[in-house]
């Protein structure tokens, strides 16, 4: 009775794991995930996000070659928690908000790695300019896909925002710049598969 009770369980498990690897395309829940970066300033590094984006992501454990991610970013959104260097920030030195109003992202390939690690290849679009850059992704996990499911996501890279226009900076008087060239992304990422509408 107990080994057949043991075998019940275990089975209900496999059955779990099975569904929670279904392939879902699900949609960025912005109130619960984040896109920051950080850039050298003179020694330290400081932090700043975009506060609107958008996204969606076709994602299927069980075969993350052909799974597939497409976010859209408000460049206007930049905060790094000061007005006046914000407001600097969406001039033509840095994002030129007014004539490039977002910023993209859009897969080309996944490679799995170890475990929950994926490389995910694609092309960023910012400040007109796109080039291909690679994020370190790592599958955090998922619920059940079924409306209302969850999953999530951490993404990291790093860029050099020279190529892609940004060229803003300043000389220090004891030598090097105010700003790096590098610049890190982190992106934090909760997805859900929406709920269907009652009419």
Not at 79 to 87: A, G, L, V
């Amino acid at each position: 009775m107990r080994r057949n009770l043991w075998v019940s369980l275990l089975a209900a498990g496999a059955l779990a794991v099975a569904g929670a690897a279904q392939a879902a395309v699900w949609t960025i829940d912005t109130s619960h995930s984040s896109v920051g970066f950080s850039v050298r300033h003179i020694f330290s590094k400081v932090p700043g996000s975009f506060d609107k984006f958008s996204g969606q992501i076709d994602y299927d454990p069980a075969k993350p070659e052909a799974s597939s991610v497409k976010v859209e970013i408000e460049a206007a959104s930049i905060n790094t928690k000061n007005e006046r260097r914000d407001s600097h920030l969406r001039s033509a030195d840095f994002f030129e908000v007014e004539k490039h109003p977002t910023l993209s992202f859009q897969s080309t390939k996944v490679v799995k790695g170890e475990g929950n690690a994926l490389s995910v290849e694609g092309n960023l679009t910012m400040k007109g300019v796109t080039k291909p850059v690679t994020l370190a992704v790592t599958f955090l996990g998922a619920t059940d896909p079924k409306p209302g499911a969850r999953a999530g996501f951490e993404a990291t890279t790093t860029v050099n925002r020279k190529d892609y226009g940004i060229l803003w900076n300043r000389t220090l008087d004891t030598g090097g710049t105010l700003l790096s060239d590098d610049v890190t992304i982190t992106i934090l990422i909760e997805a859900l598969i929406p709920e269907e509408k009652k009419s």
